[in-house]
């Protein structure tokens, strides 16, 4: 019998994959921007997966903070699969990037503030699940997993307004009159199109996570009881 879990992840998975063929399509029929070319549509799986990225920091703060107040292994449960959703969203930000940034700087990083931030939160969340895995003991991970995730948070407000704060090479997305509000109208069809895609694809993964990191501490719970048997 599956368990809510498991189906409500099925159901989103069912949902991405329709997310998926819909986003391809407006981004396929989106018009080719005349400075950049076809390299411009790289714009559309970037930017929203910086907003997941962002997404799941705050996912993994909210949860560790939790975990820190409550010490229930649901919210750790939650904080890590989150903290593993950073590293993946925060990994195609910095590899669609450079991408789009050779075409249009001429050169595949720059030492911009938003890039170096950005670089730093994942190097922070390396260093995290690092961390979890090497640690002597899953409460002295957790506990210690908590504070660094709540310390890494303050990253995300130095990415978000490191622009306006120290200026740099990086386009601002978010303009004063709504998000994606300066793009073609078909451009911000694609836009929004993808965000839905990718915000999907980020409740499926995160899901499917959160099922495998729990059926992970039941086995742990079940080794550890067989072990004192054992010994007993």
Not at 86 to 112: E, N, S
Not at 151 to 172: K, N, Y
Not at 180 to 196: F, V
Request: with cysteine.
């Amino acid at each position: 019998m599956r368990s809510k879990l498991a189906t409500a992840t099925i159901s989103f998975a069912a949902l991405t994959i329709i997310a998926l063929g819909v986003a391809a399509y407006f981004v396929a029929d989106a018009p080719i921007e005349a400075r950049m070319g076809v390299v411009q549509k790289i714009f559309y799986f970037h930017v929203p997966a910086a907003f997941m990225m962002f997404v799941a920091v705050g996912v993994t703060f909210a949860a560790s903070l939790l975990y820190l107040i409550k010490r229930k292994v649901v919210f750790d449960e939650w904080a890590v699969s989150a903290a593993e959703l950073v590293l993946v969203f925060c990994t195609i930000v910095l590899i669609t990037g450079p991408l789009w940034g050779r075409k249009a700087w001429g050169v595949f990083w720059v030492w911009d503030p938003r890039l170096t931030s950005t670089f730093i939160l994942w190097l922070t969340f390396v260093a995290y699940h690092a961390m979890r895995r090497f640690s002597e003991g899953r409460d002295t991970g957790r506990r210690i997993g908590a504070g660094l995730a709540i310390l890494a948070a303050i990253d995300v407000p130095i990415i978000h307004f490191s622009v306006e704060l120290w200026g740099g090479q990086h386009p601002i997305v978010m303009q004063k009159d709504g998000f994606g509000s300066n793009l073609h109208p078909e451009m911000e069809d694609a836009l929004w199109a993808t965000l839905t895609f990718e915000a999907l694809l980020f409740v499926t993964l995160l899901l499917a996570r959160v099922g495998a990191e729990r059926t992970q501490n039941r086995v742990h719970a079940l080794e550890v009881t067989r072990a004192m048997r054992s010994n007993a």
